[in-house]
């Protein structure tokens, strides 16, 4: 792989202590093209602008995918990734359901594990630091043909990041005139359109004091899907229920992780679907005691409030609840400080 080494570093200049998410960059970057059918040489250069053609197809047609993954440092500095196998192979099949190419997966994790080994100072310890990492893949031939492009470029951007929302506890609106995905479409694909699309209502969300939408099945707005970068969990009565993946939903690997973490915590859990009534009636009866979201960014964040057409519905304080406990042992194991699930950690150094 071919390594070109910056001269400067931002490092620096930046203040570890209050980061703004996604604002911040590493001094370096992974690059990959692909062409004339197959991938071609990797290499690791200064982070920089770049030139592009207007006619990029990425820009007409938005054939563009990605993921999101962490790096973490532990008490002892070791640098661990957590279950990257996952990203990678959600990434191709991300790819594959956009009509672009997978890539190898030497390519990704050659690449990944380089430039993690060259940027390490920039992941720091603590509670909720760590680098952000960004894979993604683009098709950058020029041509404003509307079909599938020839040429791709595939890249690892990373940024130090906090946890997403702090300590903060958030107000969602579930969803009954937008959709987010539909059956046979890209939903269950990390496809960057998907998100462009959720700006809007999101945007009008927010209007009203909501920071997310729970997103609904886009036939009858009956049943809960995920919301905004993060999967749901209910704790309705003495159960942990989490609607079943699907072609719209996306398939979380925090919360394939908080289901066998909350298994192997005695927690009952449930993959069915969600109604909206459902819940509605079950915090009528005081029976939905928690919702929380899960995801690479937030880890576990807890909903304090939930909209349903014209109420809000505020969830009780508890002593206990189950998201800082599954928080807690998740965490620990994301920074090497419990030694379960050791098959889930990825050591880089
Ligand atoms: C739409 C969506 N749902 C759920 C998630 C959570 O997935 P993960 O736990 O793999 O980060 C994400 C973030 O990647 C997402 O973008």
Same mark, same amino acid.
């Given at each position: 792989?071919?390594?070109?080494?910056?001269?400067?570093?931002?490092?620096?200049?930046?203040? $570890?202590?209050?980061?703004?998410?996604?604002?911040?960059?590493?001094?370096?970057? $992974?690059?990959?093209?692909?062409?004339?059918?197959?991938?071609?040489?990797?290499?690791? @250069?200064?982070?920089?602008?770049?030139?592009?053609?207007?006619?990029?197809?990425?820009?007409?047609?938005?054939?563009?995918i990605?993921?999101?993954?962490?790096?973490?440092?532990?008490?002892?500095?070791?640098?661990?990734?957590?279950?990257?196998k996952?990203?990678?192979?959600?990434?191709?099949?991300?790819?594959?359901?956009?009509?672009?190419?997978?890539?190898?997966?030497?390519? $990704? $994790?050659?690449?990944?594990?380089?430039?993690?080994?060259?940027?390490?100072?920039?992941?720091?310890?603590?509670?909720?630091?760590?680098?952000? @990492?960004?894979?993604?893949?683009?098709?950058?031939?020029?041509?404003?043909?509307?079909?599938?492009?020839?040429?791709?470029?595939?890249?690892?951007?990373?940024?130090?990041?906090?946890?997403?929302?702090?300590?903060?506890?958030?107000?969602?609106?579930?969803?009954?005139?937008?959709? &987010?995905?539909a059956?046979?479409?890209?939903?269950?694909?990390?496809?960057?359109?998907?998100?462009?699309?959720?700006?809007?209502?999101?945007?009008?969300?927010?209007?009203?004091?909501y920071?997310?939408?729970?997103?609904?099945?886009?036939?009858?707005?009956?049943?809960?899907?995920e919301?905004?970068t993060?999967?749901?969990?209910?704790?309705?009565?003495?159960?942990?229920?989490?609607?079943?993946t699907?072609?719209?939903?996306?398939?979380?690997?925090?919360?394939?992780? @908080?289901?066998?973490?909350?298994?192997?915590s005695?927690?009952?859990?449930?993959? &069915?679907?969600? &109604?909206?009534?459902?819940?509605?009636?079950?915090?009528?009866?005081?029976?939905?005691?928690?919702?929380?979201?899960?995801?690479?960014?937030?880890?576990?964040?807890?909903?304090?409030?939930?909209?349903?057409?014209?109420?809000?519905?505020?969830?009780?304080?508890?002593?206990?609840?189950?998201?800082?406990?599954?928080k807690?042992?998740?965490?620990?194991?994301?920074?090497?400080?419990?030694?379960?699930?050791?098959?889930?950690?990825?050591?880089?150094?």
């Amino acid at each position: 792989m071919e390594i070109v080494q910056s001269k400067t570093t931002k490092i620096d200049n930046v203040d $570890f202590d209050n980061l703004e998410f996604g604002k911040v960059f590493t001094d370096h970057i $992974f690059v990959c093209k692909f062409s004339n059918n197959s991938w071609g040489e990797s290499k690791i @250069i200064p982070y920089e602008d770049f030139l592009i053609s207007p006619s990029a197809r990425v820009f007409h047609y938005g054939q563009a995918i990605f993921e999101g993954m962490k790096c973490y440092r532990s008490d002892s500095d070791k640098l661990l990734l957590f279950r990257p196998k996952e990203n990678f192979l959600r990434f191709n099949k991300s790819s594959k359901r956009m009509a672009i190419p997978e890539i190898h997966e030497k390519i $990704f $994790f050659n690449g990944l594990t380089e430039l993690l080994r060259i940027e390490q100072k920039w992941v720091k310890k603590g509670d909720g630091n760590a680098l952000y @990492i960004r894979p993604f893949v683009f098709a950058s031939e020029p041509s404003i043909n509307a079909s599938e492009a020839n040429e791709y470029t595939f890249m690892i951007i990373c940024c130090p990041s906090k946890s997403y929302y702090g300590d903060k506890q958030i107000k969602v609106k579930i969803e009954e005139k937008y959709s &987010r995905a539909a059956k046979g479409g890209v939903g269950y694909a990390k496809a960057s359109g998907n998100y462009a699309a959720q700006f809007y209502p999101t945007l009008l969300a927010k209007n009203e004091g909501y920071q997310q939408i729970i997103w609904t099945d886009s036939n009858n707005h009956q049943s809960i899907e995920e919301a905004g970068t993060m999967n749901l969990f209910f704790r309705i009565g003495d159960k942990l229920v989490t609607s079943p993946t699907s072609d719209s939903i996306l398939d979380g690997i925090t919360r394939k992780s @908080i289901i066998e973490l909350a298994l192997s915590s005695g927690i009952d859990v449930e993959e &069915r679907i969600v &109604r909206v009534n459902e819940l509605i009636n079950s915090y009528k009866r005081g029976n939905l005691k928690e919702i929380f979201g899960s995801g690479t960014a937030v880890v576990v964040l807890p909903i304090k409030t939930f909209g349903y057409k014209n109420d809000d519905f505020n969830l009780p304080e508890l002593d206990n609840p189950w998201s800082l406990l599954l928080k807690k042992r998740l965490t620990e194991i994301q920074y090497d400080i419990s030694s379960e699930f050791e098959d889930w950690k990825f050591k880089i150094n």
